[in-house]
């Protein structure tokens, strides 16, 4: 995914925004694959806003890297050995 840098600030504006809104301000991950060699492994992100409601933030935080979007939804993040969804967080 190609983006700028006014685009890059503007999905972390959106993320920061998305994040105040929910209890404890906690973003929530989900490994829905790792590869066979372990080297990457596919990610989704979500919050959930005090009102109980689903808040996906897979895109933002796609945009806001300049990491490609797969077509299931999720980000894929390539290293090893150490805990990639707080490296990407």
């Not at 925004?17 to 372990?38: L, P, Q």
């Not at 005090?50 to 993040?77: C, F, M």
Request: include cysteine.
């Amino acid at each position: 995914m190609k983006t700028n840098k006014q685009e890059q600030i503007k999905a972390l504006k959106d993320i920061k925004r998305i994040v105040s809104k929910c209890e404890n301000k906690r973003v929530y991950a989900d490994v829905t694959h790792v590869s066979a060699s372990g080297m990457s492994r596919n990610i989704k992100f979500a919050a959930i806003t005090k009102k109980g409601d689903y808040r996906p933030l897979t895109w933002y935080i796609a945009k806001a890297l300049g990491y490609n979007l797969q077509q299931d939804g999720t980000i894929k993040v390539y290293g090893c050995g150490m805990d990639m969804i707080f490296n990407t967080l």
